[in-house]
């Protein structure tokens, strides 16, 4: 049986780790900066040539499509807890605007964690690739202006 302390752990890390997703999908970069540590690293180059730190990161991906074009469906399926530090491998399924079409990229993400005084940050991402479908001919729906 889990003890109180492992089940909080466990769940500040999934809060942590699924929060990267709504960071992104709406670019709050707020958040993005409590997801990870200062010194954190975040690897990309199973799908672009991307890998370095969180700022850099961060700056990246604001070159990204506008929000509510795109989302991050995260489902941790594993974490382990040792201590002060933590590893989660999480599925995600990833829906991305194409010109023209939609992407539709499923991937893992591994991550290490680490207990800070501010409680569970991620100090390295790596997005594993494990398939992408092609849509050229999907239609994306009109959205609002924000």
């Not at 829906?95 to 569970?120: A, C, E, F, K, Q």
Request: aromatic share 10%; hydrophobic share 35%.
């Amino acid at each position: 049986m889990l003890s109180q302390q492992q089940i909080s752990d466990r769940l500040e890390i999934q809060e942590i780790v699924t929060g990267y997703g709504y960071a992104v999908d709406n670019q709050d970069w707020e958040l993005w900066d409590q997801i990870f540590t200062e010194d954190a690293v975040i690897d990309y180059t199973d799908v672009s040539d991307h890998r370095d730190g969180r700022e850099a990161t961060k700056q990246w991906l604001m070159m990204m499509p506008r929000p509510g074009t795109y989302y991050h469906l995260i489902v941790p399926s594993r974490i382990t807890v040792n201590g002060d530090n933590a590893t989660s491998r999480s599925i995600c399924y990833n829906p991305m605007p194409t010109s023209p079409g939609l992407n539709i990229v499923g991937h893992w993400y591994d991550d290490t964690l680490r207990r800070t005084p501010d409680g569970w940050r991620i100090t390295s991402k790596t997005l594993r690739l494990c398939y992408q479908i092609p849509l050229p001919d999907a239609v994306q729906p009109e959205l609002p202006v924000a």
